[in-house]
């Protein structure tokens, strides 16, 4: 026992008398968590928290432009502006993008849906044996009418999606509206009661219930619960650079050929390594953690939700750090240089965060790409942390990642040991 406390405090004074790497290891996770969460702030937000600029011209005066514009501020995520002006001038607006989008209701919209309803039910009705009115002449148009709805030239298709099934929703209800209230019209003749207009409810509602028992806030991937524990991972894994450095540091010295021939176990003073680098790296974690809670909030972004599962975080934090230390153990073990470990371990590290969803999240990517995400250990580690913070996941939950990353450590020593063996031969 006091020939391993003596290898880890001999590793930890190496690591503070090293302040610029220490200085890296600390200071660029929380710069790289505060610049990306500001950055991608505004692309995770929810459309309903933007309040997207929407141009209106309505040029009718019944119901149907008065049914699509209450559907629009019903959904609470346009600031509306309404204008009396031409399409020319929407158009020239919308692509200068002082709005996102640009809806143009027709005049007479209400009067030309009328006189087409009208006529499809008398119609109907003739068909089927019922008295109904004749159909009248009408001087009004009743060829197919057309609302137009502008966008600006970068908005996104899935957005323009949605606003289009939003519209057609009101649409489709005011058309509904319509057709009771000329059915009953048309029934009702001859029989000396006047057909009532009844609001047309909804027959079929959708429900957005929470699926675990959490406050709604804590289920949210944001910024700040992406970002936090995507760069406290990446600051983790960095430590590759160090470990293998002092690893190959002590080959070129000869401390490591007197490690050997000295009496006892080498395995002892390996451990005394392992224990101080992943002393750094819960260190990191913890930092981390604290940044996302308390710092980031006072820059205007939301706090980090870590859930009530401490015992699940210092489990994936563990398991993380072992990753990561056996992983730098691995590279300064198999390169025979300083400027070569550090470029393969920066590297390599750079490349397992973009393929783990480091970057930008796993559900963005190309299908093509998503295939290689799962055999990166960056992957598991944020899976875990998600599955904890933003599924309020416990141990179980997350045993299937800290298991990978534990076995990730087991072969990275073991290809170390076996790689050293060959070596002496």
Known sequence: MRRLLSSIRKELILLLRDRGGLAILF????????IMALIQDAPFRDYQELKIPLLLVNNDTGKIGQSLKNGLKESKIFEITELKTDEKTV?????????EVGI????????RLNSKVSNFVTGKLAEAGLPGAPATPSTIDTSVLNIVVLFAPETKKSFRASILGSLKQSASKAENQTLIEIFSKKLNIGTGTAAKSVPLKDF??????????TPKEALLLNSVQHNVPAWTIFGMFFIV?????????EREEGIYTRILVMPGSTAVLLSGKIAAYLFICLIQCVLMLLVGMYLLPHLGLPSLVIGH???????????????ATGYGILVGTIFTTHQQASTFGAVSVVILAALGGIWVPVYVMPDAIRIFTKFSPLYWALTAFHKVFLGQG???SILPYALKLIGLFISCLLGSFLYNKNKLK
């Open 241 to 249: 650079i160090s470990l293998a450095g002092s690893l190959i540091k």
């Open 394 to 396: 416990d141990i179980t």
């Open 104 to 111: 143009i209701i027709p005049d007479q919209a209400t009067d």
């Open 91 to 99: 158009k020239e607006k919308v692509k200068s993008e002082q709005y």
């Open 204 to 213: 079929i509602t959708f429900t957005e219930p929470n699926t675990v028992a």
């Open 309 to 323: 599962n401490i015992a699940a975080i210092g489990v994936v934090a563990i398991c993380t750090g072992l990753a």
């Open 27 to 34: 200071l660029m996770p929380v710069a790289l968590i505060t």
